[in-house]
């Protein structure tokens, strides 16, 4: 989900500073749940990459392109055999506009529409 930037917010003014929204996520696993309550505030996450550059796919490798930009790591022993991003949509006034579509949707645009149509009922229907 992406938020308006506040300068309240409690993120360093140099996380993606040339975007007024950030995205924000709710944990959703054990661990997301462990790691939050172990903490007092916002975490800046990232999804294995610079900014413009592939995801890393292997800890050695994340070390490496990642240092200097990284305080801490959570590693872990699973094989990537693919990169995927996901998808990121806005759900506004005028209805549903795609920001980054997921890899694997990139050639299925209508079904990607589709779909994210019914999510958003579905997301309307929980708020």
């Given at each position: ?13 140099g996380v ?8 924000f ?22 999804s ?44 506004d ?35």
């Amino acid at each position: 989900m992406l938020v308006k930037r506040r300068d309240s917010c409690g993120v360093a003014a140099g996380v993606a500073p040339q975007h007024e929204r950030l995205g924000f996520m709710l944990p959703y696993t054990p661990l997301h749940h462990l790691l939050l309550r172990a903490l007092d505030g916002p975490v800046v996450m990232t999804s294995g990459n610079r900014s413009g550059e592939p995801q890393c796919t292997d800890n050695d490798e994340a070390r490496q392109e990642l240092a200097g930009i990284a305080d801490f790591w959570l590693m872990h022993d699973c094989e990537i055999v693919n990169r995927l991003d996901d998808s990121v949509v806005r759900f506004d006034g005028h209805g549903i506009s795609v920001l980054r579509r997921a890899r694997l949707r990139a050639g299925a645009a209508g079904a990607a529409r589709a779909s994210m149509a019914r999510s958003g009922r579905w997301l309307r229907a929980a708020i």
